[in-house]
């Protein structure tokens, strides 16, 4: 099965400060995708940035981007000016299509990011 | 019009009574989940089911039983409530088994506490 690992259980920046957030996979598919979600405290699962591995170039999403390593198998995420608004839980995701797509998604444990003002 | 809506979003009740939340997708998904988050905000999944079929059904125990009268529905039965019952759960959807590559959609999550 595959594993996700968030390394950082909690983080803290200061706000308009640059973070990132670190996830690394286990997997032996070649095809696959990757996810960061954050939940804010009112506890709605927000897809902040979608990564497909069949791609070199990495996501970005206005002040979120990723570093997509795949050899390494690390997917981590950077928020640039950091805002107030990003204070949350952040979770790294895994999809593949073995077993048809059956598994779902696979979250890591999370991160905590707490902006500093 | 919320996308994937669950009721209630909080439920308190007490140990061995039996209780059911309820979801709803109004996005043409085929697959709908049910997650679990404990209070480490670890996510598992728990079941999927695919227009209406069971495709997933992790180890969770029978008091935990699925329902989805239709695509557009999956609700959540569970009878003698436990203490470590307590969690959050969230449905979610995706287009399909093989179309979540886009991720899913969650609805809001239901507080569960059981005293």
């Known amino acids: 099965a595959q594993t996700v690992t968030q390394s950082q259980p909690e983080m803290s920046v200061q706000e308009a400060e640059t973070v990132t957030l670190s996830c690394t996979y286990d997997?032996?598919?070649?095809?696959?995708?990757l996810f960061w979600y954050k939940q804010p405290p009112s506890r709605q699962m927000i897809l902040v940035i979608r990564?497909?591995?069949?791609?070199?170039q990495n996501a970005t999403e206005n002040r979120f981007s990723v570093n997509f390593q795949k050899a390494a198998k690390s997917f981590s995420l950077k928020i640039s000016d950091s805002q107030l608004g990003d204070a949350a839980m952040y979770f790294c995701a895994y999809f593949s299509y073995s077993g048809g797509g059956a598994d779902g998604l696979t979250f890591g444990k999370g991160t905590h990011l707490i902006i500093q003002p | 019009d919320t996308a994937v809506s669950q009721t209630p979003k909080y439920l308190v009740t007490q140990m061995g009574n039996d209780k059911s939340i309820k979801c709803e997708q109004n996005l043409g998904h085929d697959t709908m989940y049910w997650y679990k988050q404990d209070s480490k905000k670890f996510l598992k999944i728990m079941f999927s089911?695919?227009?209406?079929?069971?495709?997933i059904n992790e180890t969770v125990p029978n008091r935990f039983s699925p329902k989805s009268p239709d695509k557009a529905h999956l609700n959540l039965h569970i009878n003698s409530l436990e203490l470590g019952d307590s969690a959050v759960y969230f449905c979610a959807s995706s287009p399909g088994p093989y179309r979540t590559n886009y991720g899913y959609t969650f609805g809001s999550g239901t507080r569960l506490t059981v005293v």
């Open positions: 990564q497909e591995a069949y791609k070199q």
């Open positions: 997997t032996s598919e070649s095809d696959y995708y």
């Open positions: 089911y695919n227009n209406k079929e069971l495709i």
